[in-house]
Structure formats: C-alpha cells, structure tokens
C-alpha cells in the first residue's frame, strides 16, 4: 500500500501542536553558575510563576498575562533561588519560579490556573504557553531530583537550573526528558483508536506508551500498539512531537500501518480500542457525532494526527 499518509510531510506539523511555540533563546552552551542572579539583577527580566501544577496570570480587562517582574512577584512567596534561567527573549531573559501562596489566597487580579487548561482554552499566546512547558518541566525535575542518585546527598542547582552539581562525590546530573510514542494505526479507510479509563466522556484517541531503554521510537510503536491493541505494524512513520510538561514527557507522533485487522484490547490498559471509518472520526473531530463521541482538543498531537490522516485523502 502506499498513498500519500506515508510520505514526507511538505511543512512541519510539530509547529502546530499545543507547547511548541516556545521561542526562546535557550543560550544553552552559555549557562554561568550565577546566571540566575545577574539575571535578576536585570530591570527586564520576567519571571513565570507556578505553583502545583498551575501558572499564575495576572487578569486584566478580561485578557490573561503570564509574565511577571521580579518586584511583582514579591508578594506571591516566590523562591528565586530555585528560580530556573529559560533563556532569552527579545525583551530580555526569562525565568520559571515556584510560588509559595496557595491559589485561595491569591488577590482576585491574580489566578491559578492548572497547565493542562492554560493550553486547552488558549489563555496565553503560543510563545508563552512553549515557555510554560520548558519551566513547568524543568521546575518538575529540580522537585524530584533534589538528592544526588549516586550518592544520596542533597545536591545544588547550577547552571543556571541547567544542572545538579553533588559537592559530596561531584556527580552532575541533568534535566531528563521522557520519550513518549503515540501513535494512530490507519490505513485508507479507517483508523485504530482507543479509549482510556480516565478520558473525558465519549472521547477516543490515539494509542500510546513510554519508549524503554534501548528501544527505537519504531519498536516502540509497534510493540505498545501489539500490547494494547493486539494489531502487527508493517511501516512506521513519523510525523510530529509535541513537548509535555506532565511532568518532563517529549511526545513523539507516528502513524503506523496495520498488518491484521482483528483487535485483542488488553482491557488493563484500555476500556475499549475499536476501528473507525474516516466519516466517523470527521464527525468527532468536529463535535457533531451522533453518539457524542470525540477525539482530543486541538493542542493535543493527538488531535494533529487523526486531523492529518481525515485530511490525508
């Protein structure tokens, strides 16, 4: 079989998925130890602030701000020290920093809004929802990450959040990545997708798992799509990635092509994976399907590629 799902996509999908608009200059090869304090210390700087899971915004005449100056963010407990340097932006450097004050005690021109709704409802722009996920998993490793794993002392944060430096046995550890392949089984007529225990009502999705040690993204796609699914892939393809901040996941997005037809859902995982026809899952990308049936919201890789097979004929 071949049609034109599996070729070489003509622009990049990855620039349309929800996180991806992040355009920071990361300034990675350039990190000093103190780059955090000098760029506190500059009158430009802005900071992100998050707290469990959500961002703060500022609220103004009904429009959401995410940016914050350090004089500002003063009165939300902040904890500059374990303040993350992202990069730089034309208006100058840019921080992540945890909060302290709990959502309930936020004045009411400030609030507390979960990331997975910032990006859903498109409160903020596309190049502050990119820095969302690069502080939001940032601040997530440095939470998890605060014991050397070699030794278990308590390490320190240098490189301007970049790294974990263990003074005890001088050990360096850095920011992980989780890969994750998701991926839509489909051929011309129809497309493989799945629903988990924990979905909103009526939605179905791609599949998906974690890549293991040693594995490629391709063995990784067909071996998780056999394990949920009970369906063998022939050609493997990717198409785009999307970074997740839940908590430090990169999500990289495949289509696969079936080799048989007759699903064996592993009900542990799923609580029902079926085929659906191409008009089907046109009425479910656009929320008019008969039953209520939905795919995910358009931030979601997910949703890019269900929207790219529909459109692909």
Known sequence: MSFRLFDAPL??????????????????????????EKALA????????????????????????????????????VSLDRGVLLGFSDAGPVLAVPAGIEPEDLPETVKAIDYRSVYMQGLIDEAAAGALAQGAALLAWHASHAFCSKCGNRSEMRAGGYRRHCPACG??????????AIML????????????RHFAPGMYSALAGFIEPGETIEAA??????????????RV?????????????????????????????????LEDC??????????????????????????????????????SE
């Open 42 to 77: 500059d009158r430009t700087t802005r900071l992100m602030l998050m707290h469990a899971g959500r961002l703060y915004l500022k609220l103004d005449d009904g429009k959401f701000d995410p940016w914050f100056d350090v004089a500002e963010s003063e009165a939300f407990d």
């Open 237 to 269: 393809v990717y198409h785009a990635s999307q970074p997740w901040p839940f908590p430090y996941s990169l999500m990289i997005g495949c289509f696969g092509e079936p080799l048989n037809e007759d699903i064996q859902a592993d009900l542990n995982e």
């Open 171 to 180: 050990t360096d550890h850095f920011p992980r990545t989780d890969p994750v």
């Open 274 to 311: 079926r085929w659906f026809f191409r008009d089907e899952v046109r009425t479910m990308l656009e929320r008019t399907h008969a039953g209520g049936l939905i795919t995910p919201p358009k931030g979601a890789i997910a949703h890019h590629l269900i929207r790219a097979w529909v459109d």
């Open 11 to 36: 622009r990049e999908p990855s620039q349309f998925v929800g996180f991806a608009g992040n355009r920071i200059d990361r300034q990675s090869e350039n990190r000093a130890d103190d780059a955090v």
């Open 221 to 234: 796609v067909r071996r998780e799509t056999l394990e949920e699914a009970g369906i063998r892939l022939g």
């Open 185 to 196: 089984t489909a051929t011309r007529e129809k497309c493989l997708l799945g629903r988990g």
